[in-house]
């Protein structure tokens, strides 16, 4: 069955820098959306994206974030400049459309 | 206020038990996802339904849509069915989830 890919499973940086969470969807899929989830807390969405678009962003998704589809196939979330808070393990999802999401297996993100 | 509730926040079970996992929400939705997150942290869509009941294998669930309410039923619990379940519902008509807290479920041999 089709899956989700999610690279690194585990990202740990310092505060301040860059990183890039890197998600494959599955291939005939048309909407994508990266989710997080602080530990012990509830899962929260981000940003949903279709037709190389946003169509809806969070009070979360502030300016440090941004989203890409640079190539078709992947779909990545950069955080500018990480903060401490920004410590979670970060979902993404796709799905056809009005359909049920398909998740990845997260990559969980330390910033020390 | 919680835009989506679940109860109860934990449940432990026997082997075999049914099991009951609710979920009310607040929002005007369009359909009601319901998730499992296995002790690992992997997020799997269990169901999506916007009325009446859909049933796949031992999970049934069902939706009340005037009530704003929605069970999800495990029949013949298993202790592979240990795992958090999680209920959410789009803000709305538009692709922001709005998750519920979950609900931890140990079920024991």
């Known amino acids: 069955e089709p899956e989700v890919t999610q690279t690194p499973s585990h990202q740990v940086t310092q505060m301040g820098q860059e990183v890039i969470l890197r998600c494959v969807p599955i291939s005939n899929h048309l909407y994508f959306y990266w989710y997080r989830q602080i530990l012990g807390q509830k899962v929260e969405f981000l940003v949903s994206?279709?037709?190389?678009?946003?169509?809806?962003k969070s009070e979360i998704f502030d300016d440090q974030f941004s989203v890409e589809r640079p190539d078709g196939s992947n779909f990545t979330l950069k955080i500018r400049s990480t903060k401490l808070e920004d410590s979670a393990m970060y979902f993404c999802?796709?799905?056809?459309?009005?359909?049920?999401?398909?998740f990845g297996n997260g990559t969980r993100l330390t910033v020390t | 206020k919680n835009e989506v509730e679940q109860s109860p926040q934990n449940l432990t079970a026997q082997e075999g038990e049914f099991i009951t996992i609710n979920c009310s929400y607040s929002?005007?939705?369009?359909?009601l996802h319901w998730l499992q997150q296995h002790p690992g942290g992997g997020i799997v869509s269990l169901f999506m339904l916007s009325s009446g009941k859909k049933k796949h294998g031992r999970l049934i669930a069902t939706i009340n849509i005037q009530e704003k309410h929605s069970s999800l039923h495990i029949t013949a619990s298993h202790p592979r069915d240990s795992a958090v379940y999680i209920c959410a519902v789009p803000w709305y008509n538009t692709d922001k989830l709005i998750f519920g807290t979950g609900t931890r479920l140990q079920v024991f041999p």
């Open positions: 929002v005007g939705i369009s359909a």
């Open positions: 999802a796709s799905s056809i459309g009005g359909m049920a999401l398909h």
């Open positions: 994206f279709y037709n190389n678009e946003i169509s809806e």
